[in-house]
Nanobody, 116 residues
Framework: VQLQASGGGLVQAGGSLRLSCAASGSVSSIGAMGWYRQPPGKERELVAVVSSGGSVIYVDSVKGRFTISRDNVKNTVYLQMNSLKPEDTAVYFC???????????WGQGTLVTVSS
């Protein structure tokens, strides 16, 4: 499985960005998909995850501001980020979890910078 992320950039506080992550290869093996982020100098943290059935989980800090969704036809997961804050500044990584093996596949990071 290969993952290609896009959509990062520079935005002012209060603005919005939409991240996309397209999967290719053995996509039928994919279960959950989601996003982690790594702020400068900090550990990587889970942001949001969507199961193959559409159930979603968010970290508390983004609830009500971020929306994760997936298009199973396009094999793509999205992260709509609204009301962005400077503390959302991070490199965002998409991932896909294999259904059977639970192996994680990672996309390349995409930088989101929120200016105050």
């Amino acid at each position: 499985v290969q993952l290609q992320a896009s959509g990062g950039g520079l935005v002012q506080a209060g603005g919005s960005l939409r991240l996309s992550c397209a999967a290719s290869g053995s996509v039928s093996s994919i279960g959950a998909m989601g996003w982690y982020r790594q702020p400068p100098g900090k550990e990587r943290e889970l942001v949001a995850v969507v199961s193959s059935g559409g159930s979603v989980i968010y970290v508390d800090s983004v609830k009500g501001r971020f929306t994760i969704s997936r298009d199973n036809v396009k094999n793509t997961v999205y992260l709509q980020m609204n009301s962005l804050k400077p503390e959302d500044t991070a490199v965002y990584f998409c991932y896909a979890e294999a259904l059977i093996s639970k192996k994680f596949y990672w996309g390349q990071g995409t930088l989101v910078t929120v200016s105050s």
